[in-house]
């Protein structure tokens, strides 16, 4: 099983990326999708969530009204995409995997993709 993030780089506070999860390896569209944060410092955090189907999503209260997790099971991917951006959303995001999942839990999840970085200057 393989979980690729991509999308990450640098952008001045206010702007916008959009992050990839790619899948392979696995049945997709059985998984739910969480994609975490870890700031430079901290410990990993939640910031969003989808279910196996799209049908249900939740976020951080810090990524409320700013980020939209979508995914596309055609294609074995999930998206976030992340609109004004701020410095504190600096940060390495993984996505992760847990098999009809609902959790915003980091233990609940199967598989785990190596991240990428977004750095928001100020």
């Known amino acids: 099983v393989q979980l690729q993030a991509s999308g990450g780089g640098l952008v001045q506070a206010g702007g916008s990326l959009r992050l990839s999860c790619a899948a392979s390896?696995?049945?997709?569209?059985?998984?739910?999708i969480g994609w975490f944060r870890q700031a430079p410092g901290k410990e990993r955090e939640f910031a969003a969530f989808?279910?196996?189907?799209?049908?249900?999503?939740y976020y951080a209260d810090s990524a409320k009204g700013r980020f939209t997790i979508s995914r596309d099971n055609a294609k074995n991917t999930v998206y976030l995409q992340m609109n004004s951006l701020k410095p504190e959303d600096t940060a390495v995001y993984s996505c992760?995997?847990?098999?009809?999942?609902?959790?915003?839990?980091?233990?609940?999840?199967?598989?785990w993709g190596q991240g990428t970085l977004v750095t928001v200057s100020s």
């Open positions: 992760a995997a847990d098999l009809y999942g609902s959790s915003s839990r980091m233990t609940e999840y199967n598989y």
């Open positions: 390896g696995l049945t997709f569209s059985r998984y739910a």
């Open positions: 989808i279910s196996w189907n799209g049908g249900r999503t």
